[in-house]
T-cell receptor
Framework: EAEVAQSPRYKITEKSQAVAFWCDPI?????LYWYRQILGQGPELLVQ????????DSQLPKDRFSAERLKGVDSTLKIQPAELGDSAMYLC?????????????FGPGTRLTVT | GQQVMQIPQYQHVQEGEDFTTYCNSS?????IQWYKQRPGGHPVFLIQ?????EVKKQKRLTFQFGEAKKNSSLHITATQTTDVGTYFC???????????FGTGTKLQVIP
């Protein structure tokens, strides 16, 4: 069964360092989402791509976060510089662009700890 | 902006007891989805509801979409330890295919 791949699974970094996360969605899924999930809360959307275009980044802290999906396939989320409050699980999800089908497939996530 | 609240926030049940979580939106929803997240895992899609008053069943799980399409519920009959996890509802929140996740209900099943 096809899955969303993410790496790394765990990342420990020091405050003010740069960090990057990678996501490879299920083949053929045009829509890709990056979420941040703080322990005990629901996923919060950071950025949404349709193919290679950003369709929503209203909740992305653009002074330190950036995201790209250059060829409309895999995607990278970057934080520079990392802050203590960025410690969270970063989830990637993808969705098949099909009418009336809203199902999102999530990857295993990257657990970020900023020290 | 749209808010999606779930109650209760936590629920502990004895194995074999029933469990229900409720999802309430501040706005009318065109559809609602339910996800389950096991401890240490990632959200896994369970089901989507589209029609007003719709009821769907998956074995011991029953999902319902309210008549006004502003609320939904998930009911588990005779819980098992495998049901442990956090259950999230999610609904569209404007923009193209954007969804807002609810606050989640964490279920603990005591054997």
């Amino acid at each position: 069964e096809a899955e969303v791949a993410q790496s790394p699974r765990y990342k420990i970094t020091e405050k003010s360092q740069a960090v990057a996360f990678w996501c490879d969605p299920i083949s053929g899924h045009a829509t890709l989402y990056w979420y941040r999930q703080i322990l005990g809360q629901g996923p919060e959307l950071l950025v949404q791509f349709q193919d290679e275009s950003v369709v929503d980044d209203s909740q992305l802290p653009k002074d330190r976060f950036s995201a790209e999906r250059l060829k409309g396939v895999d995607s990278t989320l970057k934080i520079q510089p990392a802050e203590l409050g960025d410690s969270a699980m970063y989830l990637c999800a993808s969705r098949l662009d099909r009418a009336y089908s809203y199902e999102q497939y999530f990857g295993p996530g990257t657990r970020l700890t900023v020290t | 902006g749209q808010q999606v609240m779930q109650i209760p926030q936590y629920q502990h049940v004895q194995e074999g007891e029933d469990f229900t979580t409720y999802c309430n939106s501040s706005t009318t929803l065109s559809n609602i989805q339910w996800y389950k997240q096991r401890p240490g895992g990632h959200p896994v899609f369970l089901i989507q509801l589209v029609k007003s008053g719709e009821v769907k069943k998956q074995k011991r799980l029953t999902f319902q979409f309210g008549e006004a399409k502003k609320n939904s519920s998930l009911h588990i009959t005779a819980t098992q330890t495998t049901d442990v996890g956090t259950y999230f509802c999610a609904g569209p929140s404007g923009g193209y295919q954007k969804v807002t996740f609810g606050t989640g209900t964490k279920l603990q099943v005591i054997p």
